[in-house]
C-alpha cells in the first residue's frame, strides 16, 4: 500500500491479517504497521477503528491492540410470530398499517459501481460545499451552548434567516418552525393537518417521498393532473368538490419530476380554490435554489401573495447542499403553526443546535453565495449535455427540458415497458428512476426520470445517456 491508500483499503488488508492471529494474541505494534504499510499514522488510527468497531480487534490502552476473543454464538431465533402480531389490529377504517418505502428508496439507493447515477436527487460531492461545510461545523462547534437544547421551534437567528428567505411573504421568526430536513417537514405537515383516513390532493405525478409518508399515515391520495403550466386548476376545483379534502399538497417552482413552473394565471386560482374548500395549501418549495444560469427571476412562492394563512410553506437546503445537511423550515400563518410545532416536538423534540448552528456559519459566510453560483453552473451544463445527448442519441423519446431543477423528465413511446428499460440500461450501466412510482394513481403513460445532480460531470452526464439510448435501441 502507500500513503494515498484510504483506511477503508488499509483496514480490508489487516482483516485478513489479523484473521491469522489466535483470539487474544497481540497484533503488531502501531509503527510497524506504518512502516509495513506504507501509510500515515492518520490513517493507520481510522483503519484500526473500524477493525474495534467491527468486534476484530480489542485496545488496552498501554499495553497495544489484540485480536479480539470469539464472538458470542447466537441462538437462532423464530421471529414468524410477527408475522401475525403485526397484522393482526383490525385496521381502522380500512387504514392500511405497513409502510411501504420501495418507491421512496428507489430513487435514493446508490448506483452499483462503475454504473453512472441518472436516478438520484442529492449533488454529486463536486457540487457540494463539502469544505466549506466542513469549515462551518467547526466554527459551529464553538459556540457556546451548541451541545444544549436549542428552542423547540428553532435557533431564532436561524428562523430569521428562513423568514427573510421566503421572498415577499413579510414573515419573521414567530411564523417559522425549524425542521430535520424537507421530508420530516412533508411528515409534520400532514399529520398536523389531515387525520388518517383523510383525503389529500397531491400532483400527479409528485416526489414518491410525498406519497410515501402520505400512504404511510393512512391517507388517501387523490391525484390531480400537471401539464406545463404545472397544476390544473379546473380539475383541482373539481377535487376539492367531489372529496371535500381539506390539504393540497403542490411544487409550484421546478416541480419534481416534470420540472413544471406554476403559471402566473394559475397561482390566484389555486389558492381561491383552497381558500372556498376551506383548506390548506402545503407548498413544497424545494427547488428555489437550483434554477439554472439561463432561468428566467423565478416567481415568489405562494406564501407571498397568501392573505388567509391558507399556505404552509416547506422550505429546504438539503438539495442545494448535501443530504447530510438536513435541515429545513415550515413557515405558516395562525394557529396552524402551534399544531406543527406540536407534532414535530412529539415525533422528534427539536432539530439538534449544532447542526441549526453549522447553517448560520454557512449561508453566512462568503462561501455561500459563491457555492449557490457553482450549483447553478453545474446544472446548467449537465442538463445541456444530457439534452443534446438524448437529441444525438435518442430521437424518439420526448424529454421535457426545464431551466431549474435537477432532472430531465422523459415520455417513452406508448406501449415502452418502463421497467424492461430501467433493468436494461442498469445492465448497460446507467441507473434511471422509472415513472411508475412518482404516480399517486394509474399512470396515463411510461416516463422515465433522468437525474443529473448526481454525475460527476457533463461528460459523464451525457454517456449516461449514450448507455440509456444503447438499451432503448436494444428493446
Request: hydrophobic share 40%.
Given at each position: 500500500m502507500n500513503k494515498g491508500s484510504s483506511d477503508r483499503d488499509l483496514a480490508d488488508f489487516l482483516r485478513r491479517e489479523f484473521e491469522r492471529y489466535a483470539p487474544g494474541e497481540r497484533l503488531?505494534?502501531?509503527?510497524?504497521?506504518?512502516?509495513?504499510?506504507?501509510?500515515?499514522?492518520?490513517?493507520?488510527?481510522?483503519?484500526?477503528?473500524?477493525?474495534?468497531?467491527?468486534?476484530?480487534?480489542?485496545?488496552?490502552?498501554?499495553?497495544?491492540?489484540?485480536?479480539?476473543?470469539?464472538?458470542?454464538?447466537?441462538?437462532?431465533?423464530?421471529?414468524?410470530?410477527?408475522?401475525?402480531?403485526?397484522?393482526?389490529?383490525?385496521?381502522?377504517?380500512?387504514?392500511?398499517?405497513?409502510?411501504?418505502?420501495?418507491?421512496?428508496?428507489?430513487?435514493?439507493?446508490?448506483?452499483?459501481?462503475?454504473?453512472?447515477?441518472?436516478?438520484?436527487?442529492?449533488?454529486?460531492?463536486?457540487?457540494?460545499?463539502?469544505?466549506?461545510?466542513?469549515?462551518?461545523?467547526?466554527?459551529a462547534a464553538r459556540r457556546p451552548g451548541v451541545w444544549g437544547s436549542p428552542p423547540w421551534e428553532g435557533v431564532t437567528e436561524l428562523r430569521d434567516w428562513f423568514a427573510r428567505e421566503i421572498d415577499g411573504a413579510s414573515l419573521d421568526a414567530s411564523h417559522v418552525l425549524v425542521t430535520g430536513g424537507g421530508q420530516s417537514a412533508l411528515a409534520t405537515a400532514l399529520r398536523a393537518l389531515a387525520p388518517p383516513g383523510a383525503p389529500v390532493l397531491v400532483e400527479s405525478p409528485t416526489y414518491p417521498g410525498l406519497l410515501a409518508v402520505a400512504r404511510a399515515l393512512g391517507m388517501r391520495l387523490v391525484p390531480v393532473p400537471v401539464d406545463e403550466d404545472g397544476l390544473r386548476v379546473e380539475l383541482l376545483v373539481e377535487a376539492f368538490a367531489g372529496t371535500g379534502a381539506r390539504v393540497l399538497v403542490c411544487q409550484p417552482l421546478f416541480h419534481n419530476p416534470t420540472g413544471a413552473v406554476l403559471a402566473p394565471e394559475r397561482r390566484a386560482g389555486v389558492l381561491r380554490a383552497a381558500r372556498e374548500a376551506g383548506a390548506f395549501v402545503v407548498e413544497d418549495d424545494f427547488a428555489r435554489r437550483l434554477a439554472h444560469t439561463d432561468a428566467p427571476p423565478s416567481p415568489p412562492p405562494l406564501i407571498a401573495d397568501d392573505r388567509h394563512g391558507t399556505v404552509v410553506h416547506v422550505h429546504s437546503l438539503t438539495k442545494a447542499t448535501s443530504p447530510g445537511l438536513r435541515v429545513g423550515a415550515l413557515a405558516a400563518r395562525g394557529p396552524v403553526l402551534r399544531r406543527l410545532r406540536a407534532v414535530q416536538v412529539v415525533d422528534s423534540l427539536f432539530v439538534p443546535r449544532v447542526l441549526q448552528e453549522t447553517v448560520l456559519e454557512l449561508v453566512g459566510s462568503p462561501a455561500w453565495g459563491r457555492h449557490l453560483r457553482a450549483l447553478s453552473e453545474g446544472l446548467t451544463r449537465r442538463r445541456t449535455a444530457v439534452a443534446a445527448a438524448l437529441l444525438e442519441r435518442a430521437p424518439l423519446v420526448e424529454p421535457v427540458l426545464r431551466p431549474g431543477g435537477y432532472q430531465v423528465w422523459v415520455r417513452l413511446p406508448d406501449g415502452t415497458d418502463e421497467d424492461a428499460v430501467a433493468g436494461t440500461a442498469l445492465r448497460a450501466g446507467v441507473k434511471v428512476a422509472a415513472g411508475r412510482p412518482f404516480f399517486p394513481g394509474e399512470p396515463p403513460a411510461p416516463y422515465l426520470r433522468l437525474a443529473f445532480a448526481d454525475t460527476s460531470g457533463p461528460e459523464e452526464a451525457a454517456e449516461g445517456v449514450r448507455r440509456l439510448a444503447g438499451a432503448l435501441a436494444g428493446l
Open positions: 503488531p505494534a502501531s509503527r510497524s504497521l506504518v512502516e509495513r504499510h506504507g501509510v500515515g499514522p492518520g490513517t493507520l488510527s481510522r483503519a484500526m477503528a473500524r477493525l474495534v468497531a467491527e468486534g476484530l480487534v480489542v485496545t488496552r490502552p498501554g499495553a497495544g491492540s489484540f485480536r479480539a476473543g470469539e464472538p458470542v454464538r447466537r441462538l437462532a431465533r423464530d421471529t414468524s410470530w410477527q408475522e401475525v402480531a403485526l397484522d393482526a389490529v383490525p385496521e381502522a377504517g380500512g387504514i392500511p398499517r405497513s409502510v411501504d418505502d420501495s418507491g421512496l428508496t428507489a430513487t435514493f439507493a446508490p448506483a452499483p459501481p462503475g454504473v453512472i447515477s441518472l436516478h438520484a436527487g442529492y449533488p454529486h460531492a463536486s457540487l457540494r460545499p463539502d469544505r466549506e461545510l466542513s469549515a462551518a461545523v467547526t466554527r
